[in-house]
């Protein structure tokens, strides 16, 4: 969305050493500049010595030049002097948009605004969370700016910016102190937190490394099919209360009553055998379930849980 070159730099110049290293990355972002790139025909070349550092961003060699792309505190972190670039990266995280700095030998050379796109039905999805007794938090890896943005577009109170892998996987444990947490994401960032979750919940268009780190995986990226999940599973939760409450006072009430011969061994059997047609029956109600019908399964809701979908 934005594309703002330093010092007078050419900015097609960098733009494609920049897309240049970022081929070698399956990031959301990289997929951007890389898609960027090609829009402008930016020149490109080969990248040697390429390094992806999760939560920060790539590093490689084009040309002999040492090439840094990612967000501005990570290539502060690798001695790249980012004053110079300081006003255009305000201006663009102000935006709402996730900033992409591009350093060449150790100077800032150009700044990108990457917006992320709100899914549709994403704010839906949320109030359809919330609604189910959830607390829902936004854990990203975004600046301030960005993450209060997209809360607040979403209808989330609750958002940490900032934030690498390892400490997403931190905050994970600090909610589950509260409560049962799931930990919703579809990058690789995500994985350490997916893995550390009580449930992690992958998005199936997201990495490889997210879904194998989850316990379940959405065929949709409808925040939405989040609520459904949970809804699905109390409507489970309580139609096995209901067949063992069956079960069990069928058995305290006919068995003895057969032992006493009160009751004739065939209807015994007659019975037997309808209390298992009653349970079946009973079970093949949850082929009705239905978004609309989720609201309705808000038994076995478990104590202070947590949800956190993330972004980036």
Not at 133 to 138: K, P, Y
Request: aromatic letters at 2%; zero cysteines; glycine letters at 8%.
């Amino acid at each position: 969305m934005d594309i703002e070159p330093v010092d007078g730099w050419s900015w097609t110049e960098i733009l494609g050493l920049a897309a240049t290293v970022e081929r070698a990355s399956e990031h959301p972002l990289a997929r951007a500049v890389i898609e960027a790139s090609d829009e402008a025909e930016a020149p490109e070349s080969v990248a040697e010595d390429v390094e992806a550092a999760p939560g920060g961003g790539v590093a490689g060699r084009v040309a002999g030049r040492e090439i840094l792309v990612g967000s501005p505190s990570w290539l502060k972190e690798r001695g790249v002097a980012t004053a110079d670039a300081s006003a255009i990266v305000h201006t663009i995280s102000s935006r709402g948009r996730t900033v992409v700095a591009a350093a060449v030998d150790g100077t800032v050379a150009l700044v990108l605004g990457v917006a992320d796109p709100i899914r549709p039905g994403a704010a839906v999805g949320v109030a359809r969370l919330s609604a189910l007794g959830l607390r829902v938090v936004l854990a990203t890896g975004d600046t301030p700016e960005t993450a209060a943005a997209v809360a607040s577009e979403v209808g989330i109170a609750e958002w940490q910016a900032q934030l690498r892998p390892e400490n997403k996987a931190a905050l994970v444990r600090r909610l589950q102190a509260d409560g049962l947490v799931a930990m919703v994401g579809d990058g690789v960032n995500d994985a350490p937190a997916l893995a550390t979750a009580d449930v992690g919940v992958a998005i199936g268009s997201g990495t490889g490394v997210a879904m194998a780190a989850s316990a379940i995986t959405l065929v949709h990226g409808d925040v939405g099919a989040v609520a459904d999940a949970i809804g699905l599973s109390r409507a489970t939760l309580r139609i096995i209360r209901q067949n063992l409450a069956w079960a069990f006072a069928y058995n305290l009430a006919l068995v003895p009553l057969a032992v006493a011969n009160v009751l004739p061994p065939v209807l015994a059997a007659l019975a037997m055998a309808m209390s298992s047609v009653t349970v079946v029956a009973n079970a093949l109600r949850l082929r009705r379930f239905s978004r609309t019908s989720f609201s309705n399964a808000t038994d076995a809701q478990p104590a202070s849980p947590q949800l956190l979908p993330t972004t980036t």
